[in-house]
Nanobody, 122 residues
Framework: VQLQASGGGLVEPGGSLRLSCAASGFAFADYTMSWFRQAPGKEREFVAAIRRSGGSTVYADSIKGRFTISGDIARNGVYLQMRSLKPEDTAVYYC????????????????WGQGTLVTVSS
């Protein structure tokens, strides 16, 4: 099983980034895929999810309207388009897979990627 996150980097406030996560080794279509993030000195927090059934999405209030999660079953990929980035969005971003309905609970996730660092700074 592998979740390979990429696309992080340094961006100025107000800028955009698109994160990608490539999945392999498990039945991707059977899992809800999510993004979490962990800022320095803080706990890991839920960012967004796209449900395996129907593709509906869920977002954390802190990023709603600025971030968009999407998935591509054919490519076993999940993406996070981030716009209007703020310094407080600085964190390591992780993609993760779950078969649970408790999407905001990171203990319910089966698989995790290695993370990609996003730094928002001028």
């Amino acid at each position: 099983v592998q979740l390979q996150a990429s696309g992080g980097g340094l961006v100025e406030p107000g800028g955009s980034l698109r994160l990608s996560c490539a999945a392999s080794g498990f039945a991707f279509a059977d899992y809800t895929m999510s993004w979490f993030r962990q800022a320095p000195g803080k706990e890991r927090e839920f960012v967004a999810a796209i449900r395996r059934s129907g593709g509906s999405t869920v977002y954390a209030d802190s990023i709603k309207g600025r971030f968009t999660i999407s998935g591509d079953i054919a490519r076993n990929g999940v993406y996070l388009q981030m716009r209007s980035l703020k310094p407080e969005d600085t964190a390591v971003y992780y993609c993760a897979a779950t078969r649970s309905v408790s999407l905001r609970d990171d203990t319910q996730y089966n698989y995790w990627g290695q993370g990609t660092l996003v730094t928002v700074s001028s």
